[in-house]
């Protein structure tokens, strides 16, 4: 057994850049999962940067100097911004409200329906079932609600928390763009001298993760505007949330989009009931979800590394849990890191001291 893991060993770790790679991959894990939430807002700017850096960089090619092409593009972005602050937001929360004012009448009328599944179907469904399903949502209701009232009670700490946010990531996203090339070079100097491995490394993630940010913010804001439209033009109520849970879905691929398919349908089939509007509505989302898989997102995520379905499940159920929204907004990327270690890992064959003898 020794001699198996000494083989093991010899092979993976014999390369001094891959013992270094690896060493600054298990400090980035550590500073991820110990201090993900107090660096929240670095993170937070770090990824604005990436979404403007294509705008800047582009700028930069047409011989405009780096602080003018920063300024032409961050002041637009922050003007767009507080637009959707003050527009956009106040529009949801009234929205939100109003669902929240229904949800009775709502609730009321659900169970109505499934005291009705007996007489309906009595040989799959039985007044007893149906009684333990109602009292399941009823306590789900009464432990939502509680949620809700700890969550306003603790809205001033969330008010401050945002107020920071508002502050601090603006000023870190002009720093960022603005002495980026400053930044690099001190990170550079940082790093070991033999960092070629790294370096590869680096280049591709680099390339690969300013590619998904950009394209997922494009993403969201397509699916999310086109949803909405949809919905609107149908008919459908609260067609703006709906729209913007539809645009935040993508977020997480294929879960996402099937745990936005419940409130569409809950929705829908209180408003119209099993009709034709309901199958409408279902049948037009089912194609906002086909063209953003089938369409959209190979057009904007085009050079991106491919992965399994099964490996995109496995890294939002890992990095999520382990960094929350932030680990699975870039469970992607951080699945195409791994994958890319894993096959730029340098690799050494042990020498047999008995056959070279």
Do not use: C
């Amino acid at each position: 057994m020794n001699n198996v893991i000494s083989k093991w060993i010899k092979k993976y770790f014999s390369d001094p850049e891959g013992v270094i790679l690896g060493i600054l991959l298990l400090v980035g894990l550590a500073v991820v999962v110990f201090m993900g939430n107090m660096l929240a807002p670095v993170l937070a700017a770090v990824v604005i940067a990436y979404l403007l850096e294509g705008l800047v960089s582009g700028l930069e090619s047409h011989r405009v100097s780096r602080l003018p092409a920063v300024l032409i593009v961050f002041v637009p972005f922050m003007v767009f911004v507080i637009l959707i602050l003050l527009g956009l937001l106040p529009l949801l929360s009234s929205q939100v409200s109003q669902l929240v004012g229904q949800l009775p009448q709502m609730i009321a009328g659900g169970k109505e329906s499934l005291l009705h599944l007996p007489e309906m179907y009595p040989k799959f469904i039985t007044e007893v079932q149906v009684e333990e399903l109602i009292a399941t949502i009823t306590a789900g209701v009464k432990t939502l609600g509680q949620n809700v009232l700890s969550l306003s009670l603790a809205s001033i700490t969330g008010l401050f928390t945002l107020l920071v946010y508002l502050i601090l990531v603006p000023v870190l996203v002009f720093f960022f763009l603005k002495d980026k090339t400053k930044l690099v070079g001190w990170l550079k100097t940082s790093l070991p001298r033999e960092r070629t491995l790294i370096t590869r490394v680096w280049v591709e993630m680099n390339q690969q993760i300013g590619n998904y940010v950009r394209g997922k913010f494009a993403e969201i804001i397509i699916v999310g505007i086109v949803s909405y439209l949809v919905f609107a033009v149908m008919g459908l109520n609260f067609a703006m949330l709906l729209g913007a849970l539809v645009g935040l879905s993508v977020i997480i691929p294929y879960i996402g989009a099937a745990a936005v398919t419940l409130p569409v349908a809950l929705i829908g089939y209180f408003q119209w009931g099993w009709s034709s509007d309901l199958a409408y509505i279902l049948a037009a989302y089912a194609v906002i979800q086909a063209l953003d898989g089938n369409v959209l997102v190979p057009w904007l995520f085009s050079e991106a590394v491919n992965l399994h379905p099964i490996a995109i499940i496995v890294a939002v159920l890992v990095f999520g849990g382990t960094w929350g929204f932030w680990g699975v907004f870039f469970a992607i990327p951080l699945a195409t890191l791994v994958k890319a270690v894993i096959n730029a890992w340098p690799r050494s064959e042990p020498v047999d001291v008995a056959t070279s003898a």
